[in-house]
């Protein structure tokens, strides 16, 4: 069953968040959490960690290395066990209670191609 679609909201802010392509370039454990993973990811003219929750979505987590996928990349950079995050993994399915997967490209783009 699909969860309910939440509030609308104006096209000004939805153009606040900044989506964009980036190439997974490596996957690390996080030291000290049994779920986070910090994911290299390549924006093109930059690489940035990103700290993300999956590490027990995946049996093998180095699966999605070199893999293309969506990020926000305009969130504040917080601070998790130690690392710094400088955006978040735009995924499906996690929030519904499902098996969650990348958000993909139809096909390749270059990397920091933006959304929207």
Sequence with gaps: MAASIKPPI???LLD???????????????PGSDKLLA???SFGDHIRTILSAMK??????????????LFVVNLEPR??????????????GYEDGIRPALAVPERPVPDGTRAG
Excluded: H
């Design 79 to 92: 601070k998790m066990r130690g690392m710094i995050s400088e955006g978040m993994l735009f995924d499906l």
């Design 10 to 12: 104006s096209k000004d």
């Design 16 to 30: 606040q968040v900044d989506i964009r392509a980036g190439t997974i370039v490596s996957v690390q454990d996080v």
């Design 56 to 69: 027990g979505e995946r049996e093998n987590p180095q699966e999605i290395e070199g893999r293309q996928a």
């Design 39 to 41: 994911l290299r990811v």
